[in-house]
């Protein structure tokens, strides 16, 4: 029987679609900045190479699966007079076959991924750069402590040089995740969990939660930038160094508003305040991203966030102090030249 016209072409348009669907899938899986399949570290290496011997193996049986369905269907397909096909019920050499075979299929898979499990659970050699992660409702809070610095949302490491990783959460179950260096790993209260990775290329790597932690949890995200060691020494030295802030009026404005306001309660500022509820501000305007990665750290970003923070980013923890027009450009302005 034919097939009517029209739905001949319905196929085709189909069939053109599902191409076009899967073959974009795959591109923005290459070229996506959070993709998993280009990893750079030692880390990422690993989970990916483990992730495609199970596809090649995995493609291989169900290519050899199929074409033996195809087999048989066509070969004992039904014909006028043709005998029932020989039964193999029972047949030992086959029963045995098919079952060791499955046995080496996990083999294949099994040891591989039990080596990497106990791979990237090492302890961190004694010359690890150690990295104190907090995850907080949302943002990232990231400590030197070997090196006297708190930062947030903007994670600086040197190429080549292990990483270890502390993870701590205050208040809700998070997950660290950099999908080109590693992860995840879950971040959990009264915990500290370890993930240790080596970056091999310098560049910017974007980093998110992915454990749902809230309502602001596909917030929650920043900026992984892995250095050049002597671009990572600089980094340090200004991280170490008291802020640079500026003389101009409206910032000086911005000083007195924020030494004035509830902002010292939640906030540092080294030499100016203590607070530990929100991010260290002490070098602010050297952070390209505000609010966890969400917007560029710009003037008119910052007012606007100062002004009404739960406008900006559903559920943030940080309250309206009623900052408006005037004041929240003042403390912006004050904010940003804290380099
Ligand atoms: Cu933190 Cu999701």
Redesign the pocket.
């Known amino acids: 029987m034919r097939m009517p016209r029209s739905s001949s072409v319905r196929t085709v348009v189909l069939l053109a679609g599902v191409l076009l669907l899967a073959t974009s899938c795959g591109w923005s899986l290459w070229d996506n900045p959070m993709t998993t399949v280009r990893p750079q570290s030692d880390f990422g290496r690993a989970i990916d190479g483990l992730f495609m011997l199970i596809s090649w193996t995995t493609l291989v049986i169900f290519i050899a699966v199929e074409a033996a369905l195809l087999f048989v269907c066509w070969r004992f397909r039904d014909r006028p007079g043709a005998p029932i096909p020989k039964q193999i019920h029972g047949h030992t050499a086959l029963e045995l076959s098919w079952t060791v075979a499955f046995a080496v299929v996990l083999l294949i898979i099994g040891i591989p991924t039990i080596k990497i499990i106990f791979k990237t659970q090492e302890a961190p050699a004694a010359t690890a750069l150690r990295v104190e992660v907090a995850?907080k409702q949302?943002w990232w809070e990231f400590k030197y402590p070997g090196l006297n610095i708190a930062t947030a949302n903007e994670l600086h490491l040197p190429v080549g040089q292990a990483v270890a990783f502390h993870l701590n959460a205050p208040d809700v179950i998070?997950s660290f995740w950099i999908p080109r260096l590693g992860g995840k790993r879950d971040v959990v209260p009264h915990r500290v969990n370890q993930l240790v990775l080596t970056p091999e290329a310098v560049g910017e790597y974007p980093g998110q939660?992915a454990?749902?932690?809230g309502m602001s949890?596909a917030n929650?995200r920043f900026r992984v930038i892995v250095h050049p060691k002597d671009e990572f020494d600089r980094w340090v030295k200004s991280q170490q160094a008291p802020p640079v802030e500026s003389a101009d009026p409206l910032a000086q404005q911005g000083k007195t508003l924020f030494t004035q306001s509830a902002c010292v309660g939640c906030h540092t500022i080294t030499g100016i305040s203590g607070g530990q509820v929100g991010p260290n501000l002490t070098h602010f305007g050297s952070r390209a991203s505000l609010a966890a990665n969400m917007m560029a750290n710009t003037p008119d970003n910052v007012a606007r966030w100062v002004e009404n923070p739960e406008h900006m980013k559903p559920g943030a923890r940080m309250p309206n102090l009623g900052m408006k027009g005037e004041q929240s450009k003042a403390l912006a302005a004050y904010l940003l030249s804290l380099k």
């Open positions: 995850g949302w998070h939660c454990e749902y932690c949890h929650m």
